[in-house]
């Protein structure tokens, strides 16, 4: 379990290629986000996504989170009809996972077998240069064992992993992140939006955007 420290403030091009490197060989790191530290390998890799489930001790039958760039890379990773795109525009990028139809793209591991997934696009520098120069999304569930507290300092990440048999290859060490609830789940899959998780964003806010 490599550490790797980063620095947000200034360049971590050298970081993000090495990240990229266990990414590409099927491989899982722990990076950072605009909400907590979070769980990543390829989403369209099914073995590397079992491997995110063996690591976090996560069953199978909980459906798994991704993150991808642009509304372009989501249009190609599940259905989007154009009328939702005008309410994602405002909603992305920022801490709101939004659950979509998918796309036969997505491994059916992701999605427990459903006809689901949940995407999110972060705002955040290093997701974005992340996704850009490895081109595929990937998996973005908090970085902790299945039922513990999410969190955005590292230290209780390296606690978490440390004594596990199934550990990540590479952790990303931003240090202890500015203080961020997990993100915000609105389902689109259906008739009627519907809020299944509240975060960072104010569900009065959410309503009036979803005209619900």
């Known amino acids: 379990m490599k550490v790797l420290a980063v620095d947000l403030k200034k360049d971590f091009s050298e970081v993000i290629a090495e990240a990229i490197a266990v990414l590409q060989k099927g491989g899982v790191i722990v990076y950072p986000t605009d909400t907590v530290y979070s769980l990543g390998a390829n989403a369209c890799d099914w073995q590397a996504v079992n491997h995110v489930f063996k690591i976090k001790n996560r069953p199978h039958s909980k459906p798994?989170?991704?993150?991808?760039?642009?509304?372009?890379?989501?249009?190609?990773?599940?259905?989007?009809?154009?009328?939702?795109?005008?309410?994602?525009?405002?909603?992305?990028?920022?801490?709101?996972?939004?659950?979509?139809?998918?796309?036969?793209?997505?491994?059916?591991?992701?999605?427990?077998?459903?006809?689901?997934?949940?995407?999110?696009?972060?705002?955040?520098?290093?997701?974005?240069?992340?996704?850009?120069?490895?081109?595929?999304?990937?998996?973005?569930?908090?970085?902790?064992?299945?039922?513990?507290?999410?969190?955005?300092?590292?230290?209780?990440?390296?606690?978490?992993?440390?004594?596990?048999?199934?550990?990540?290859?590479?952790?990303?060490?931003?240090g202890v992140l500015p203080l961020a609830q997990s993100s915000t789940v609105l389902d689109f899959s259906t008739i009627k939006p519907r809020i299944l998780r509240v975060g960072p964003s104010k569900p009065d806010q959410l309503l009036k955007l979803l005209d619900i």
Do not use: C, H
Request: charged residues 20%; without cysteine.
């Open 64 to 174: 798994m989170p991704i993150i991808a760039r642009n509304i372009k890379w989501v249009r190609e990773l599940a259905f989007v009809p154009p009328k939702l795109e005008i309410i994602l525009e405002k909603i992305w990028p920022g801490a709101t996972t939004v659950v979509l139809p998918k796309k036969n793209i997505i491994p059916k591991i992701i999605t427990a077998n459903g006809s689901t997934v949940g995407i999110r696009i972060p705002n955040f520098s290093l997701t974005d240069r992340l996704l850009a120069k490895f081109g595929y999304p990937i998996t973005s569930t908090s970085a902790n064992i299945s039922g513990d507290q999410a969190t955005g300092d590292v230290n209780k990440v390296l606690e978490s992993f440390k004594e596990q048999v199934w550990k990540p290859d590479l952790i990303l060490d931003a």
